[in-house]
Every structure is written in C-alpha cells, then in structure tokens.
C-alpha cells in the first residue's frame, strides 16, 4: 500500500499554554518538532472560543510549516474569510458547538447548504484544497461528492469508543470504499490512538490521518522525567555557588 499522510494536530499544546496565558509551550515550535519526527503536515482548529489555538498561531503557521498546514474551522464568515487571506494548504470544516470538550460529531452536509456550498466554492476560488469532516454515513459521503470538494475526514470516534464493535470498523471502510469510488479522498481522525490506530491505517482508501490528543499526552511522559531532572540541576547548581 502506498505511504499514508500522519497531520499532527498540534492543538493541545496550545491548551497548556492558555491554562496559564503565558508564551510557552509554543504550537509553532512543537509543529517544528513533529516535522523533524516525521509528521507530513500539520493540523491546528481555531475555535471560535479560542480555547486553544489563537489567531496569532494561526498566522504564523500559514507561514512557517515546513509541511503543507490543514487549518480546521467552523463554517464562518469570519473563518471563511481568514482562510482566504491564510491560504493554508487544506481547510478542513468541522462543526463547532461552544459546550462541547472536543468535536463531537461530523458536520451534517442536510444542514444549511447553501452556506457550506458558498463556503467551499470561496476557498476553492482561493486556491485552498478543501475537506469536510463528516460521519462515516452514506448520505454524508454522497452529499459531499455534490459538493465538489476534494476530500472528505471520516470521523472515527464512534470506532474509537467502540472499537470491539465490528460495525464501527465496517462503517468507517465502507464510507471509505464509497468515498473513493466518488473520486473524494479520503481522510479520517478523532481519537486514535497507537492502541486503535492499526485498523484505520489499513483501511487502502485512506490516504490520511489526522492525529492529536494521544500524541500531545504520550509526549507528556516521555519528557516529564528529563524535565523534572533539569529543573533539579538547575536548583543544585545555584546551591553549589
Ligand atoms: N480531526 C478532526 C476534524 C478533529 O476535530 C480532531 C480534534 O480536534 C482531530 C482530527 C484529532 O483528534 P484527536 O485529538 O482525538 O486525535
């Protein structure tokens, strides 16, 4: 099979620095590092409570990625028109609703078409390779073929809660298969993890995944320990002058 594309979604480390509204740590700098790591691209969603990411990250990962950057955003005036002044490489539209923890669904395409149609042919005018994150639902799938965009993310959090549930798998594959044969790409994302990840990478369609959470938290432990012997050099060095 060929190579399939790792996007990082950097936003969580953003969540670490706004629970102290500080400059560190610094998406733009951990983007750098994923890329050294092997990333293919890089993923930040600028919510409209700017939880995490902020305009300025936005900005400076248009601009600074090495690899092509998938800005995530809400189907917005505002966000339209940020992405046409960005440019990203790929915008990926979810849906955004104020309480929730994370995205908690696909976008329903039945839902105001015209503003999704409108939305896609201005970024398609801005020369932005357009994506929309869906369920692995039939009528999704065809819906965004009418579109005319050129990819689709298959949602995975139904799989990833129930991933012992042969049909959750079965969606994802057959929304994929569908998707494919529609000449869509094919994406997929939320929730994976190295321990779920196994049966979406071999999905042949999906050429794509867009990963966060699971890698944002595993790094956590694998730096805390040489983070906690710095801070204890650094202490031990005062003390000895
Ligand atoms: N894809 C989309 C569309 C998302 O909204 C998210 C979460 O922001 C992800 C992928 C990544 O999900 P996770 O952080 O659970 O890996």
Redesign the pocket.
Known sequence: MTHQRLYI?I??VATLRQARRVSYPDPVMAARVCEDAGADGI?A?LREDRRHIQDADVVALASQARTPFNL?MACTEEMTRLAERLRPHQV?L?PERREEV??EGGLDLRHEPERLADTVRRLRRAGIRTSL?IDPDRAQVELARQLAVEAI?L???TY?AHPDDPQTLRALQEAATLAAGLGLAV???????VFNVAAVAAIPECEEL???????ARAIFDGLSEAVRDMRAAMDRARAR
């Open positions: 979604n936003d969580h993923t969603h995530e990926t979810v994370t995205t994150f993310e949602h995975t959090g990833c994406h997929a994302g939320h929730g994976l993890t867009n990963i966060g959470h699971a890698i944002i």
